[in-house]
């Protein structure tokens, strides 16, 4: 509530990043705890019990706290960072961003290939484009001149979108307005920080 009483617009959780000290959207943070055997364990989905400690989804300051060794201060004793935790959290969210993509496409809320992703984009229909990091460029300039009020991300190869539309590959794709789109662009912004893609971009999807 605001100091008058009044509940605010949005409940959005925040939380504070370890290594920023900026508080944000915990859409944007990667959640952490301590494991069984005092093991920092990434928690992607934000379910796993446990005292949560939050760093920004940016690769370099995942990178930065973990050479700082930020974990053992925000878990308030000592931890251990598993090998390879950044790429893990790759991992994870690619994942879940293809889960969540395959979910809205048996609901009828995604589409993928070349006319499919411009008819919807021709008819304000699609609320976020997906574009393979790896393909054409010419060929994804033209859609994504006509997508420019639309969200943008190119944070997946063509393998991993083909996997999410349950094919070999996948150039274009496109998802309408939702709440299961929504949950793709909070996950796919943080894969976009994690694997610093050049050209990503972010959204805020209506319903």
Known sequence: ???????????????????????????????????????????????????????????????????????????????????????????????RVQNLISLARKAGLAVAGYEKVKGWLANEYARVLFQASDGSTRGKSKLRGTGQKNGYFNCLTANELGLAFGREHVIHGALAAGGLTKRVVEDAQRLSGVRKSTDGGTARPEG
């Open 1 to 95: 509530m605001t100091r008058g009483g009044q509940e605010k617009e949005t409940d959005t959780p925040e939380r504070k990043c370890l290594v920023t000290g900026e508080s944000q959207p915990t859409a944007g943070l990667i959640r952490f705890v301590v494991g069984p055997e005092g093991q920092v364990v990434a928690d992607i989905s934000g379910k796993l019990p446990g005292r949560g400690f939050y760093v920004t989804a940016d690769r370099q300051i995942l990178e930065t706290a973990i050479k700082t060794k930020v974990f053992a201060r925000g878990a308030k004793q000592q931890v251990t960072v598993p090998e390879g935790l950044v790429e893990s959290i790759e991992t994870g969210l690619v994942r």
